[in-house]
């Protein structure tokens, strides 16, 4: 049972024909020419497992997109350019009887290798703890996700409570808001150590 669409495109491209009719993609972060292999993919192994499997399931469109974006993101060349940028930059310090933790996490694509690094002050800007670690990664999103696991566990094991957890990286809370199936146990221990620490 099949609609024939030859009258309905006439000359338009027929990328263009399913963007107007099926507009599913709410970010301005990729294209539908991105997206379109993530679901040719998921409807050729949907037919499979429906074929195979003897059953009626639909394709969840919502997760290609998200796989489409998480290869995006992690794939796509920095748009920054190296033009230096002087920026005043003041420490905040938390509230009283507050610790403050800034972390960060570095990656280097040459040897898959990443670093995390994080200090913990007082409210008086006071040095309380400070670390360095060295981790095999694949990517920058991977490094900034093993340094906030370090942060967790920093926190946790040293007993620094309360503490602010101050870090750059929007794209680990992103990760941590939405559903990234590349570092999900990652992603799920870092979520399994916020609950634990707080």
């Known amino acids: 049972m099949g609609v024939s669409l030859n009258n309905q495109m006439e000359n338009e491209h027929w990328l263009d024909f399913l963007r107007k009719r099926n507009p599913k ?4 972060l990729i294209t539908l020419e991105e997206v379109f292999p993530f679901a040719i993919w ?6 499979n497992e429906n ?7 639909h394709i969840n469109t919502t997760k290609v997109v998200h796989q489409a974006l998480e290869y995006h993101l992690l794939t796509s060349k920095s748009t920054t350019n190296n033009i230096p940028i002087k920026l005043k930059v003041k420490w905040q310090p938390p509230p ?4 403050k933790l800034n972390f960060d996490g570095a990656f280097n ?3 898959l290798h990443g670093g995390v690094i994080g200090i913990i002050r007082n409210n008086k800007g006071e040095w309380i703890l400070g670390y360095y670690e060295k981790y095999p990664t694949t990517s920058p999103i991977q490094a900034e996700l ?10 946790s094991k040293e007993n620094i409570f309360p503490c602010e957890v101050k870090t750059d ?3 680990v809370i992103r990760f941590l808001e939405e559903d990234y199936p590349t570092y ?5 221990e870092c979520m399994w150590l916020m609950e634990k620490t707080m």
């Open 25 to 28: 993609i709410t970010t301005n």
């Open 42 to 47: 998921a409807i050729w192994r949907n037919r």
């Open 51 to 57: 074929n195979v499997n003897n059953t009626n399931n």
């Open 96 to 99: 009283r009887n507050w610790y």
């Open 109 to 111: 694509k040459s040897c």
């Open 146 to 155: 093993l340094a906030l696991r370090h942060v967790l566990q920093t926190i």
């Open 169 to 171: 990286a929007t794209e």
């Open 184 to 188: 999900n146990d990652l992603i799920h």
